[in-house]
């Protein structure tokens, strides 16, 4: 039995032993984990339950003793419980924080984690796809029944106190400068169109109309996309100030190049200026919008009507 639990500060809660399942004869390589309402007082487990945030990803190499995830208990907000790793090896995700729509909370006997001592190149390929989740969003028009397909959590990044939860459904991109201008990319579909959304904070930068955000795929080719409608303020963060948003419409060529090609640059032309601002995508990011691509082409083939 494991001691999973431990106190991050003097509470009144006073964890126990957790549920454990181990592997049967067939997954001896893994270590299942459950959440048990027996680590829980009596007095607090009909309080809702969830995870507040993930400290590594599906796929990380976690050491026994390294800090895991943190649960948080309805009404106790302040005193969160600290989940810890007893045994070394791949850690794989199976219970993710809440998001909007999805509140996502724990229930007793669920399994959170795994943790595999070794795996081979398929298991490897399976906890990237985890690490890099999409997570879509889609609304439907209740008059003209019209769906717009949007994103909760895009390349695994979900909503966490650090950040602007208007944020998460897209791409970071950081130029290389001094300053670290950033960008914020993702696909939508609406009105039965595709567009490229663009996000910025306002301090960095500021987009106006006949502005242009370049991309740079590895077999050389290029997507030019033109600002041509006033970007306009979408929320606030409490480090970058004003985030603003402006979109473009995507042909089905530059969807396919999205899909099929390698991104590899960005850059930023502005349309009063000569000033520009540009970055590259490691291959971590360059997996993940390619993987964005390819399951957002799948949504609409399927979700939207005459597409």
């Known amino acids: 039995m494991f001691n999973l639990f431990k106190k991050k500060m003097q509470t009144a809660l006073t964890p126990s032993k957790p549920t454990l399942e181990t592997a049967n ?46 649960f948080e208990i309805e009404k106790l907000w302040t005193k969160p419980i600290i989940l810890y790793a007893t045994v070394s090896g791949y850690l794989e995700i199976h219970k993710q924080s809440p998001t909007e729509n999805n509140l996502n909370y724990l229930q007793d006997k669920e399994k959170i984690f795994s943790i595999h001592r070794e795996i081979d190149d398929q298991k490897a390929q399976e906890l990237k796809d985890k690490r890099f989740e999409n997570v879509p969003f889609i609304l439907t028009d209740q008059f003209t029944g019209i769906k717009e397909i949007k994103w909760e959590v ?6 966490d106190k650090w950040y602007d ?52 795929f590895s077999n050389g080719e290029i997507i030019k996309l033109e600002i041509s409608s006033k970007p306009y303020k979408y929320s606030e963060h409490y480090a970058w100030g004003h985030i603003f948003e402006t ?13 099929n090609q390698v991104f590899t640059q960005w850059q930023i032309e502005f349309a009063k200026s000569d000033k520009k601002v540009s970055g590259q995508l490691d291959s971590d990011a360059q997996y993940a919008v390619r993987k964005l691509v390819k399951e957002y082409f799948d949504l609409v083939q399927n979700q939207i009507d005459n597409y």
């Not at 984990?33 to 400290?55: A, C, N, T």
């Not at 009105?191 to 502005?211: C, E, H, M, Q, R």
């Open 154 to 159: 895009v390349a695994g990044r979900r909503p």
């Open 247 to 259: 979109k473009v419409q995507l042909t089905t060529s530059e969807l396919e190049t999205l899909k």
């Open 165 to 216: 939860r208007g944020t998460f459904d897209s791409f970071m991109f950081l130029a290389g400068n001094i300053n670290n201008d950033t960008l914020f990319f993702t696909i939508n579909c609406t009105d039965n169109k595709d567009y490229a959304v663009f996000k910025y904070p306002t301090k960095d930068y500021k987009l106006t109309i006949g502005s242009a955000i370049s991309f740079l």
């Open 25 to 70: 004869e067939e997954h001896d390589n893994t270590t299942n984990f459950k959440f048990g309402l027996d680590v829980i007082p009596q007095e607090y487990r009909h309080h809702k339950m969830w995870v507040k945030h993930w400290s590594k990803s599906s796929g990380d190499y976690v050491k026994a003793g390294e800090t895991l995830c943190e």
